[in-house]
């Protein structure tokens, strides 16, 4: 059987034609004769597929045919058969290689360009044979085409207009035909800001000679601005430009200025009129000093007075791609080295970094909504969000660092990243996507040669322009993905960069470096309130000095980060922790990163460091915890299951239990840096910390019980035969732990049926040393003391009691005080069986029906009483006293725990541990009146606020408010006090507690 043999229009579907009955008629055009005859070859001489490989294959042979027709309408010099020109066509399209490559590429990428080589077919050398252009050799390519002698009869913009084009033809087959098109984006953006000079050169000279004679008397300079200053333009945009004039020798400026603006007038007049050739595309001055209210030309000194007195923050931004274009090169350098200091000095105006923000939102705004999600250029994620980002960050630390004052966008980026401004990989995927977003830009405006940021819309756009950067299945789908997925990284590094906090404050500040003087440092360190400025001119040399990537991190951390310690009570103390942690962490690359990039971490880290020894301390042990600044979740305190979960993880990693306890402790400090850095930076507030310390503490001693549990488990060779719970007591029950506290506790077990009582004694006991010991003995991480001093009989009583032991001897043998306590009293760690069957001893004794008798109230105030007059340490003052002075934390604790004991058996939220639910319960309840719980309430805050705040501030307990005035200020700060308020601390607490006094003497001693 004959195999079927596909038509030639099935060949040309399969091979990318969208129209193949049209494809196959054009074919058979008899321009093509000898070229593609007979069709049964048309497939085997590789022009076909060449055609297939174009962005639009029927594009480009419906040009392939326009171009053959318009050279053989060329007549042939006598005596020839056949046009020269149209033979060498066929020749070079006969042929497999670049020649023909770079032909096809350009009769399927632009209809503009076609319908230019359609009237001047002559010009497909110049795609063929294109060379990589240089900037010179186009400058003399365009004034000569220009010349009179090089324009022949045509008109100076026609000659003009078709030379750009020309040159044009050979910038855009190299581009189509590149391996790579995206890789070499800059490269073809440069060669068309090469060109663009070169035109503006040219027009330059037609200007000149329109003028005519006297057009000498002045010295005009063309400054690039945007694109074409930063050698980054497209096919088709404005050329944005500034005139500069400067007189010729012996001419004034006002006959200079006359002059300098009627040859502007004249270029921009050649560039931008319409003629039979078309035009170039528009020269816009209006970025010029007062816009298009403004003169045309001014000289160097009126544009420097300019910028000096009345430039807004916009205007410095745009001078960043001040370059010269054309005209006069010294009046031109002469230009750039007035105006560049001013740019660079730009960002210390007020409100620079938000001025700069706020434009970027006004252009984003502007967008049509109907545009907004086509836009490449000034949409969310699109061109303008990298533009905008980069020169930003070059404005803001292109002050000191001049490797960074870069007109060009992707060189600006590249040395951002090298420079440490800007992380590497942040960096990289920010110039790729760059790269893809223009290279989709340039691809659209080739088509019809016309000025578009918009993405498409219809199938046949789409596919043309997948296929243009080397998509092939399902070219129109993938180019949507490809340019979304490019500009979801563009929006979400552009509001990381854009928006890091670090650029507003280091905007405001001035860095220390080599440009001071030793003395001068220190007298700028001194300035900003460091006691010590000679130290820590020590610290930051150590910190600064070298090549490294890390060194130069740090030169652009350090101004803003000694801003924000000098904002702290002890800037000194925050920048020496400041260098321990930073030479512990910095050859870690997340650190350094971390404060550049992730939000408020490095303002963060300077309050912690600042404002705490306590965490200073912490830090030394565990630099890594830092990380915890870098995320906003990571500051929200970890509940009791989540730190069960990773201490169990942990602990289950090691063999012997010290070991195991150890990795607890590990984890406990490092979240006690958690609640620490989220409580230094006004996250939580005083019952937050409280229950955030308590939550970690009941986590440590559950698994650190299961640790030894398991121990001595295996020690016996078996079950431990004894259940235990941990009955938390004080400050531990209560949920209100301090940074200090001792977890105070009960511990209680009972017996497996059929073990002895004493072996489940003894192993109870043997487990509750080991923990003790474990969790309480010096090591590199924090102790946490366990108190059993409330267990029944205090010191003189066992150190675990059975639960048989217990219940008798609250129901023989318990005092007042005893009962007392047991208002505090919860399960924190155990047997959850066991935990059950305690409460229900406990409840009923401290939740009496008919409250407490008359000798039990007198009793609890003696015992009040004896606190007061014998508890409080020698040399304490009973008015400042946190916890028991006159009206302190014992005086509110006092008062409502025997509401509690006269009416918890009635009112049932008194029926709880926390002191703060209990007085609110009490309000209520109409027990105490609003204020005096408002009073209560108050001084319990302060007070505890004050006790955690002085552990932090000075990395030890202080049980008084604060006299030094030093460490007022420190601990003032840490309650919410502003800088310089601690004075008023003392005077405050005393207020608070005297009527807190005045309620409690009401209250407690009330009948």
């Given at each position: 059987m004959t195999p079927r043999v596909s038509s030639p229009g099935a060949q040309l579907a399969r091979l990318g034609f969208a129209d193949p009955e049209r494809s196959e008629r054009l074919l058979r055009e008899p321009v093509l004769a000898g070229l593609l005859d007979p069709m049964d070859e048309v497939f085997e001489d590789g022009l076909v597929e060449a055609l297939s490989r174009a962005a639009e294959p029927d594009l480009a042979l419906l040009g392939l045919v326009r171009v053959l027709e318009a050279l053989r309408d060329i007549p042939s010099s006598p005596g020839e058969a056949e046009d020269v020109e149209r033979r060498e066509v066929v020749a070079t399209l006969r042929r497999r290689g670049p020649a023909r490559d770079r032909?096809?590429?350009?009769?399927?990428?632009?209809?503009?360009?076609?319908?230019?080589?359609?009237?001047?077919?002559?010009?497909?050398?110049?795609?063929?044979?294109?060379?990589?252009?240089?900037?010179?050799?186009?400058?003399?390519?365009?004034?000569?085409?220009?010349?009179?002698?090089?324009?022949?009869?045509?008109?100076?913009?026609?000659?003009?207009?078709?030379?750009?084009?020309?040159?044009?033809?050979?910038?855009?087959?190299?581009?189509?035909?590149?391996?790579?098109?995206?890789?070499?984006?800059?490269?073809?953006?440069?060669?068309?800001?090469?060109?663009?000079?070169?035109?503006?050169?040219?027009?330059?000279?037609?200007?000149?000679?329109?003028?005519?004679?006297?057009?000498?008397?002045?010295?005009?300079?063309?400054?690039?601005?945007?694109?074409?200053?930063?050698?980054?333009?497209?096919?088709?945009?404005?050329?944005?430009?500034?005139?500069?004039?400067?007189?010729?020798?012996?001419?004034?400026?006002?006959?200079?200025?006359?002059?300098?603006?009627?040859?502007?007038?004249?270029?921009?007049?050649?560039?931008?009129?319409?003629?039979?050739?078309?035009?170039?595309?528009?020269?816009?001055?209006?970025?010029?000093?007062?816009?298009?209210?403004?003169?045309?030309?001014?000289?160097?000194?009126?544009?420097?007075?300019?910028?000096?007195?009345?430039?807004?923050?916009?205007?410095?931004?745009?001078?960043?791609?001040?370059?010269?274009?054309?005209?006069?090169?010294?009046?031109?350098?002469?230009?750039?080295?007035?105006?560049?200091?001013?740019?660079?000095?730009?960002?210390?105006?007020?409100?620079?970094?938000?001025?700069?923000?706020?434009?970027?939102?006004?252009?984003?705004?502007?967008?049509?909504?109907?545009?907004?999600?086509?836009?490449?250029?000034?949409?969310?994620?699109?061109?303008?969000?990298?533009?905008?980002?980069?020169?930003?960050?070059?404005?803001?630390?292109?002050?000191?660092?001049?490797?960074?004052?870069?007109?060009?966008?992707?060189?600006?980026?590249?040395?951002?990243?090298?420079?440490?401004?800007?992380?590497?990989?942040?960096?990289?995927?920010?110039?790729?996507?760059?790269?893809?977003?223009?290279?989709?830009?340039?691809?659209?405006?080739?088509?019809?040669?016309?000025?578009?940021?918009?993405?498409?819309?219809?199938?046949?756009?789409?596919?043309?322009?997948?296929?243009?950067?080397?998509?092939?299945?399902?070219?129109?789908?993938?180019?949507?993905?490809?340019?979304?997925?490019?500009?979801?990284?563009?929006?979400?590094?552009?509001?990381?960069?854009?928006?890091?906090?670090?650029?507003?404050?280091?905007?405001?500040?001035?860095?220390?470096?080599?440009?001071?003087?030793?003395?001068?440092?220190?007298?700028?360190?001194?300035?900003?309130?460091?006691?010590?400025?000679?130290?820590?001119?020590?610290?930051?040399?150590?910190?600064?000095?070298?090549?490294?990537?890390?060194?130069?991190?740090?030169?652009?951390?350090?101004?803003?980060?000694?801003?924000?310690?000098?904002?702290?009570?002890?800037?000194?103390?925050?920048?020496?922790?400041?260098?321990?942690?930073?030479?512990?962490?910095?050859?870690?690359?997340?650190?350094?990163?971390?404060?550049?990039?992730?939000?408020?971490?490095?303002?963060?880290?300077?309050?912690?460091?600042?404002?705490?020894?306590?965490?200073?301390?912490?830090?030394?042990?565990?630099?890594?915890?830092?990380?915890?600044?870098?995320?906003?979740?990571?500051?929200?305190?970890?509940?009791?299951?989540?730190?069960?979960?990773?201490?169990?993880?942990?602990?289950?990693?090691?063999?012997?239990?010290?070991?195991?306890?150890?990795?607890?402790?590990?984890?406990?400090?490092?979240?006690?840096?958690?609640?620490?850095?989220?409580?230094?930076?006004?996250?939580?507030?005083?019952?937050?910390?409280?229950?955030?310390?308590?939550?970690?503490?009941?986590?440590?001693?559950?698994?650190?019980?299961?640790?030894?549990?398991?121990?001595?488990?295996?020690?016996?060779?078996?079950?431990?035969?004894?259940?235990?719970?941990?009955?938390?007591?004080?400050?531990?029950?209560?949920?209100?732990?301090?940074?200090?506290?001792?977890?105070?506790?009960?511990?209680?077990?009972?017996?497996?049926?059929?073990?002895?009582?004493?072996?489940?004694?003894?192993?109870?006991?043997?487990?509750?040393?080991?923990?003790?010991?474990?969790?309480?003995?010096?090591?590199?991480?924090?102790?946490?003391?366990?108190?059993?001093?409330?267990?029944?009989?205090?010191?003189?009583?066992?150190?675990?009691?059975?639960?048989?032991?217990?219940?008798?001897?609250?129901?023989?043998?318990?005092?007042?005080?005893?009962?007392?306590?047991?208002?505090?009293?919860?399960?924190?760690?155990?047997?959850?069986?066991?935990?059950?069957?305690?409460?229900?001893?406990?409840?009923?004794?401290?939740?009496?029906?008919?409250?407490?008798?008359?000798?039990?109230?007198?009793?609890?105030?003696?015992?009040?009483?004896?606190?007061?007059?014998?508890?409080?340490?020698?040399?304490?003052?009973?008015?400042?006293?946190?916890?028991?002075?006159?009206?302190?934390?014992?005086?509110?604790?006092?008062?409502?725990?025997?509401?509690?004991?006269?009416?918890?058996?009635?009112?049932?939220?008194?029926?709880?541990?926390?002191?703060?639910?209990?007085?609110?319960?009490?309000?209520?309840?109409?027990?105490?009146?609003?204020?005096?719980?408002?009073?209560?309430?108050?001084?319990?805050?302060?007070?505890?606020?004050?006790?955690?705040?002085?552990?932090?501030?000075?990395?030890?307990?202080?049980?008084?408010?604060?006299?030094?005035?030093?460490?007022?200020?420190?601990?003032?700060?840490?309650?919410?006090?502003?800088?310089?308020?601690?004075?008023?601390?003392?005077?405050?607490?005393?207020?608070?507690?005297?009527?807190?006094?005045?309620?409690?003497?009401?209250?407690?001693?009330?009948?």
């Amino acid at each position: 059987m004959t195999p079927r043999v596909s038509s030639p229009g099935a060949q040309l579907a399969r091979l990318g034609f969208a129209d193949p009955e049209r494809s196959e008629r054009l074919l058979r055009e008899p321009v093509l004769a000898g070229l593609l005859d007979p069709m049964d070859e048309v497939f085997e001489d590789g022009l076909v597929e060449a055609l297939s490989r174009a962005a639009e294959p029927d594009l480009a042979l419906l040009g392939l045919v326009r171009v053959l027709e318009a050279l053989r309408d060329i007549p042939s010099s006598p005596g020839e058969a056949e046009d020269v020109e149209r033979r060498e066509v066929v020749a070079t399209l006969r042929r497999r290689g670049p020649a023909r490559d770079r032909l096809v590429a350009v009769l399927g990428g632009s209809t503009a360009l076609v319908d230019h080589l359609a009237h001047h077919p002559e010009h497909w050398r110049d795609v063929s044979e294109a060379e990589p252009p240089t900037a010179e050799g186009l400058r003399q390519a365009l004034l000569e085409a220009v010349s009179p002698a090089g324009r022949g009869d045509r008109s100076p913009y026609d000659a003009l207009r078709v030379a750009y084009r020309r040159r044009l033809l050979a910038v855009t087959a190299l581009d189509l035909t590149s391996p790579d098109p995206v890789a070499a984006l800059p490269t073809v953006a440069e060669w068309l800001a090469w060109l663009a000079e070169a035109a503006l050169e040219a027009a330059l000279a037609i200007s000149r000679e329109e003028y005519g004679d006297g057009h000498a008397d002045c010295r005009l300079a063309v400054i690039g601005m945007g694109k074409t200053g930063g050698g980054e333009l497209n096919y088709v945009s404005d050329v944005d430009v500034v005139f500069v004039v400067e007189p010729a020798d012996g001419v004034g400026e006002e006959r200079a200025v006359q002059v300098g603006a009627a040859l502007a007038a004249g270029l921009v007049r050649a560039c931008s009129a319409v003629t039979a050739e078309g035009t170039l595309w528009p020269v816009d001055a209006a970025l010029r000093p007062e816009g298009k209210q403004g003169p045309l030309v001014r000289t160097v000194a009126s544009h420097r007075a300019y910028y000096e007195r009345w430039a807004k923050t916009w205007e410095f931004q745009a001078l960043l791609k001040a370059y010269p274009s054309a005209g006069d090169r010294e009046v031109a350098r002469r230009y750039l080295d007035a105006i560049r200091p001013l740019v660079w000095e730009a960002s210390a105006r007020p409100n620079f970094v938000e001025d700069v923000r706020a434009m970027r939102r006004r252009v984003e705004e502007h967008v049509p909504k109907a545009e907004a999600e086509r836009q490449l250029k000034l949409g969310r994620g699109g061109l303008r969000d990298v533009e905008f980002a980069v020169q930003l960050l070059q404005l803001v630390h292109g002050r000191t660092d001049p490797s960074l004052r870069s007109a060009t966008t992707l060189e600006a980026l590249s040395s951002l990243a090298k420079g440490g401004y800007v992380g590497r990989d942040d960096a990289a995927t920010l110039d790729e996507a760059y790269r893809v977003l223009r290279t989709l830009e340039h691809r659209i405006q080739l088509h019809h040669l016309r000025r578009t940021h918009l993405m498409p819309t219809s199938e046949t756009d789409l596919r043309r322009l997948g296929r243009s950067v080397g998509l092939r299945s399902d070219a129109a789908k993938g180019v949507v993905e490809l340019r979304a997925s490019r500009s979801r990284e563009v929006r979400r590094l552009h509001e990381r960069l854009f928006y890091r906090p670090l650029l507003a404050a280091a905007a405001r500040m001035r860095t220390v470096d080599g440009t001071l003087t030793p003395e001068q440092a220190r007298e700028r360190l001194n300035a900003l309130g460091f006691l010590d400025p000679a130290g820590a001119l020590r610290h930051i040399e150590a910190l600064t000095t070298g090549v490294s990537r890390r060194a130069a991190i740090q030169r652009a951390l350090l101004p803003v980060m000694l801003g924000w310690l000098a904002d702290e009570a002890d800037p000194d103390a925050g920048l020496l922790a400041f260098r321990r942690v930073s030479e512990d962490l910095g050859t870690i690359p997340w650190y350094l990163k971390m404060l550049r990039d992730e939000g408020r971490a490095a303002e963060r880290l300077a309050r912690v460091l600042g404002r705490s020894r306590y965490v200073a301390d912490l830090l030394a042990r565990s630099p890594e915890s830092v990380a915890i600044l870098g995320d906003d979740r990571g500051l929200v305190p970890r509940t009791v299951e989540q730190l069960g979960l990773t201490m169990r993880s942990a602990a289950g990693r090691k063999s012997e239990p010290d070991a195991a306890v150890l990795a607890v402790r590990g984890i406990r400090r490092h979240e006690l840096l958690r609640i620490a850095f989220a409580h230094l930076n006004g996250l939580l507030d005083v019952e937050q910390v409280g229950h955030a310390l308590t939550d970690l503490a009941e986590a440590t001693l559950q698994v650190s019980l299961e640790a030894v549990v398991r121990h001595v488990e295996d020690k016996v060779g078996g079950p431990l035969g004894t259940d235990l719970v941990v009955i938390g007591m004080g400050s531990l029950g209560g949920r209100g732990m301090g940074y200090a506290s001792d977890a105070d506790v009960v511990v209680v077990h009972r017996a497996h049926e059929g073990v002895a009582d004493e072996d489940a004694q003894a192993r109870a006991l043997h487990v509750v040393q080991d923990l003790r010991r474990y969790l309480g003995e010096a090591g590199p991480d924090p102790a946490l003391g366990v108190d059993a001093d409330l267990r029944p009989e205090g010191k003189a009583g066992p150190l675990v009691r059975s639960l048989a032991s217990y219940e008798a001897y609250f129901h023989r043998w318990a005092q007042t005080w005893e009962l007392q306590a047991l208002l505090r009293a919860r399960p924190v760690a155990g047997d959850p069986d066991l935990a059950r069957d305690v409460l229900a001893v406990i409840d009923p004794l401290r939740h009496r029906a008919d409250g407490v008798s008359a000798a039990q109230v007198r009793d609890i105030r003696l015992m009040k009483a004896r606190v007061e007059a014998e508890r409080l340490p020698r040399g304490a003052d009973r008015r400042t006293h946190l916890k028991l002075g006159l009206g302190g934390i014992t005086d509110v604790e006092w008062t409502v725990q025997l509401l509690q004991l006269r009416h918890a058996g009635r009112v049932e939220g008194l029926r709880t541990t926390d002191t703060v639910e209990a007085l609110e319960a009490a309000r209520g309840a109409g027990l105490l009146t609003p204020a005096a719980a408002d009073d209560l309430r108050a001084a319990w805050e302060l007070a505890t606020g004050l006790r955690r705040a002085s552990v932090l501030w000075r990395g030890r307990p202080v049980e008084s408010v604060p006299s030094d005035l030093r460490d007022a200020d420190g601990v003032g700060r840490i309650v919410g006090r502003g800088a310089g308020e601690g004075t008023t601390l003392e005077d405050d607490y005393l207020r608070a507690a005297r009527r807190c006094r005045t309620v409690m003497e009401q209250s407690f001693y009330a009948d």
